[in-house]
């Protein structure tokens, strides 16, 4: 389903839609009840607007700050402004150092982000609630007192450079939706610029415009504050008045940026190219309305039935049934001053993007010519209702909703009307906003095709008027530096800690074998279930990749009793989400719903699992897909980098081959090897269900008797699975070489661990330490120290056999042999010295830190109990993991990696444009192999 940030309301009804087939109708469901959000308003005197909901259900606390500046704020010849001061907040101020919120925060267990969009900047932090008062100080700390020195400036601004390269040049679609969509569609408004901005306005920033902007926009009167969580509300009412209060508003008045967008004059048609595309994309456009506007709402009802799930008019239409376009969706973007309604499509290999325009306008007239059915009306309210219950879950969920809200509206109360006002839309609602601006004459056709000879890439167009001049930015004023040690105000002193509980988890057998946990948690009527399965990428035959995960695939496309386009429109209804996957070793079938209709939700899955027919079209289908998937996969470097590092460390070893099968295997997959593969691992003797969420026990024991107690297995034992990792392989280091790719993906790959494995949990701390969070080795080497990357990361890989270690970043092609170098001395590092006892115990509160946010979501913690049944491990290890992770020591962290992690056993993998560093890279490694991504084989542990 298609994610959204939509609030939620004190009470809401699932509508139920008429059957799609002839069944016997379930009872229509009880309403379900949702609090209101609950949050309480003051206004301090400097002007700030403070937010705070109580919640002692949870060990946390979050702790936002929404800033009311965004792109559309930029100054001319500074797009991209915004967001990189986003990056500058987490720096310094006159009282503490770079990097001391995430000491703050990572250290002891848990996180910190921010995003800038349009219309916003915001903050968020979720700790642990004993460390609630050292974030208020700091939250205050960097509002007043904020460090902005030339070194840390120019570094992040490299840091935003590199997330430029990789989230727009380096993605095949990357220029299209983050620079060429918004520059067409808006004609006036500074919301034309992409947020990231542009390489040329990057460098055109100076560090005097950087403090002018903060000067400018971060004032106490242009925040909102929002804390949820563990708290007493007269100790934190105390902090924020003794932190936040004394700030004081500054007299100046904010820039004045109300650009009005003019009505459409005509339809207008662009062609834009860029590199690595492998497939072309067409997007149809229209300017609808601002945020707040009532049309809004059944624009939204209209988005969904456009495009939300697979019973969705693009999907049933262009992917499923014309089988056009690899991908078709749609989105609406509402924003303070404007908005618009886009619908695009990547068209499928072979078809051309004139059939893609053709077939999406057919589909939007529908909405003008006709009125939607009934059935379509109650399922998209369905589907909007579910997923505002979702996005309600977890302390940080409730406060971005209410912080979305305040932003576009500042009136909160529109987060508890939201949802009344989807459920009121009518038929005639949808077709008149369908009429009013979803038109021919108000339209933007823009397609998007592979750059070559003779059409150059398109560039970014940098010259853009805004209403917001860097003149118009405050003074400079005071510059402030980090002040001595002895002169800082010292950080408030730590509360005493609120433990999390794990819950209880009650575990039964079925008759014929099938194993049932359950773990109860209260709160919102949600309720997961998880289907589990040893069916996996170990368990695929020679030659056969991608069974395992077209195999699941097809379970939700056609049983004995629904056809695929009737499933979809079931779990639609529902408001649910089921879905099913395959990895390296495991096959899941999953559903989440509201609990009303669980009931439903799991008999649908149970018919999915055990009555598939895996159709000869529906399986043409989804290989056809999967295959244009594959096409565009094949074009990004990191993708690329990830695929052919499974082939270096594991050869032809199942491990080895791409989970979702290669262009060779895919087309020689056949019905015969699904129905196969399914009889002989899909059996309720091999598998596990765990439900997690508003059930308790024994409505889990009567639901799961009757969706699968009469379910048997075959006679015959499942087969088992042989050395998944094969034998341990010779070093490689391999370039494939991309000409024109916006980024290098460097790739540092081990053979690891199992998951049973005595070391995990040292090898899982060492991990974290190396590249499993912002304040890792690996980020501050390559990202903070040198700004080479927006972000590195390294993951252990567990599986049931040896695991697969990687390390990795994206960098700018003539920096990919300089970042090797930087991954693999920290690999080494690790095994050959022993961390510090500070770094070990914030690691260890950062993986516990991560597990208690687990816990706090139905899905997490079935997950949680899901990955404990699979691999055999107890049940006592979910109350154990905390003290497990706790009794790790820098010793057995060094041990563990010299054993099992040596460099000398690691190999390379980078995917660039090689020209720009095959040099460097020969000099260090002058065994390197050189392949041209035209000619890489994924069949082949050679690659070629």
Same mark, same amino acid.
């Given at each position: ?45 400097? *002007? ?10 949870? @060990?946390?606390?979050? #702790? ?133 901005? @542009? ?29 949820? *969580? ?88 262009? #992917? ?148 917001? &001049? ?78 395992? @995960? ?171 699975? &042989? ?7 010779? &070093? ?7 000409? *024109? ?10 053979? *690891? ?54 390390? @990795? ?17 920290? #690999? ?101 192999? #050189? ?14």
């Amino acid at each position: 389903m298609k994610s959204r940030l939509l609030s939620a309301v004190a009470a809401l009804a699932l509508l139920s839609a008429a059957p799609v087939m002839a069944q016997t109708p379930s009872p229509a469901p009880a309403s379900i009840e949702v609090p209101p959000l609950g949050f309480v308003k003051r206004t301090l005197p400097n *002007g700030m607007d403070v937010y705070t909901s109580r919640d002692t259900s949870t @060990s946390n606390v979050t #702790v936002q700050v929404w800033y009311r500046v965004g792109g559309k704020d930029d100054p001319e010849g500074r797009s991209g402004f915004a967001h990189l001061f986003e990056h500058l907040m987490f720096k310094a101020t006159k009282d503490f150092p770079d990097e001391t919120f995430d000491r703050l925060t990572e250290d002891v267990g848990g996180n910190n982000n921010a995003f800038t969009s349009d219309d916003v900047t915001a903050y968020h932090e979720t700790i642990p609630a004993n460390h609630l008062e050292r974030l208020i100080f700091a939250e205050a700390s960097r509002l007043g007192s904020l460090v902005v020195n030339e070194d840390v400036f120019e570094s992040e601004r490299d840091v935003v450079k590199e997330e430029y390269r990789q989230g727009v040049l380096a993605q095949p679609y990357g220029r299209l939706f983050s620079l060429f969509v918004p520059a067409t569609i808006y004609q006036e408004s500074p919301y034309r610029r992409g947020v990231i901005g @542009s390489l040329e306005n990057l460098d055109a920033a100076t560090i005097e415009d950087v403090r002018r902007f903060h000067a400018t926009y971060y004032r106490p009167d242009n925040a909102f504050l929002i804390v949820a *969580g563990n708290f007493d509300q007269a100790q934190l009412d105390g902090w924020i008045d003794r932190y936040l209060a004394p700030i004081p508003n500054p007299e100046r008045p904010l820039p004045v940026n109300n650009v009005v967008e003019p009505e459409p004059t005509g339809p207008r048609e662009l062609t834009f190219h860029a590199p690595n595309v492998a497939l072309p994309a067409v997007v149809l456009a229209w300017p609808t309305v601002a945020y707040r506007d009532p049309d809004r709402i059944p624009l939204t009802v209209l988005d969904g039935i456009l495009s939300t799930g697979e019973s969705s008019r693009l999907y049933r239409s262009l #992917v499923y049934e014309q089988q056009l376009a690899a991908q078709a969706s749609s989105s609406p973007d509402f924003v303070q001053q404007a908005g618009y309604m886009s619908a695009y499509a990547i068209m499928a290999g072979g078809k051309t993007p004139d059939e893609g325009i053709a077939a999406l306008r057919a589909e939007i007239a529908r909405f003008r010519d006709e009125p939607v059915t009934d059935a379509e009306l109650a399922e998209a309210k369905n589907e909007l209702v579910a997923d505002a219950l979702r996005s309600r879950e977890t302390i940080d969920d409730r406060a971005n909703v209410l912080g979305f809200a305040l932003i576009q509206t500042n009136d909160a109360s529109v987060a508890d009307r939201e949802i009344a006002e989807i459920q009121a839309v009518t038929a005639a609602d949808i077709q008149r906003v369908a009429r009013r601006y979803l038109t021919d004459q108000r339209g933007v056709t823009i397609r998007y095709l592979n750059a070559d000879d003779a059409n150059p890439v398109s560039e970014q167009v940098t010259d853009v008027t805004a209403p917001v &001049t860097v003149a118009d930015l405050a003074p400079v004023g005071e510059i402030l530096t980090l002040l001595p040690e002895a002169e800082r105000a010292p950080l408030p002193e730590i509360a005493a800690a609120v433990s999390p509980a794990t819950p209880p988890v009650a575990d039964f057998r079925l008759d014929n074998g099938l194993r049932v946990l359950v773990v109860e948690k209260e709160g919102l009527p949600l309720v997961s279930a998880r289907l589990s399965f040893d069916a996996g990428q170990a368990d695929e035959a020679p030659g056969k990749a991608g069974v395992a @995960s077209m195999t699941a695939a097809l379970l939700t496309q056609g049983t004995t009793t629904r056809s695929a386009p009737e499933i979809a429109t079931e779990i639609e209804q529902l408001g649910a989400s089921i879905g099913a996957g395959a990895g390296a070793d495991f096959s899941n079938v999953s559903a989440n719903a509201p609990a009303n209709v669980f009931p439903q939700a799991v008999a649908l899955m149970a018919d999915l699992v055990r009555n598939p027919t895996f159709a000869e079209e529906e399986l043409d289908r989804q290989r056809t897909q999967t295959l244009d998937g594959l096409r565009i996969a094949l074009t990004t470097p990191g993708q690329v980098a990830a695929q052919a590092a499974g082939r270096v460390v594991y050869g032809e070893a199942p491990y080895g081959a791409p989970a979702s099968g290669t262009l060779t295997t895919l087309p020689a997959i056949t019905r015969a090897d699904i129905a196969a593969f399914h009889a002989a691992r899909y059996r309720p003797s091999e598998a596990t269900l765990v439900f997690s969420g508003d059930i308790d026990e024994m409505d889990a024991r009567a639901l799961a008797q009757s969706a699968f107690g009469d379910w048997t297995a075959p006679a015959t034992a499942a087969p088992a699975a &042989t050395a998944p990792a094969g034998e341990p392989r010779p &070093t490689r280091i391999v370039v494939i070489d991309q000409p *024109g790719a916006g980024q290098a993906a460097v790739t540092v790959a081990l053979r *690891g661990v199992s998951r049973t494995d005595a070391d995990y949990f040292p090898l899982t701390l060492g991990n974290t330490l190396l590249g499993g969070s912002f304040t890792s080795r690996l980020n501050q080497e390559i990202r903070i120290k040198r700004g080479l990357s927006y972000g590195t990361r390294s993951s252990l890989g567990v599986r049931r056999d040896d695991g697969l270690f990687t390390a @990795s970043a994206q960098t700018r092609n003539d920096a990919a042999a300089e970042v090797a170098d930087l991954i693999l001395a920290e #690999v080494t590092r690790l095994s050959t010295t022993q961390p510090t006892a500070s770094e070990i115990t914030t690691r260890q509160a950062i993986l516990t830190g991560a597990f208690g946010n687990q816990l706090e979501t139905v899905d997490g913690l079935g997950g949680l109990v899901a990955g404990l049944a699979l691999y055999d491990l107890p049940m006592s290890e979910l109350s154990a993991y905390v003290s497990n992770v706790e009794a790790v020591d820098g010793a057995a962290v060094e041990a563990a990696f010299a054993e099992h992690l040596p460099v000398d056993r690691a190999s390379l993998v980078i995917v660039g444009d090689a020209a720009q560093f095959i040099d460097a890279l020969r000099a260090r490694h002058p065994d390197v192999e #050189v392949i041209a991504l035209s000619d890489l084989n994924l069949d082949s542990a050679a690659l070629k």
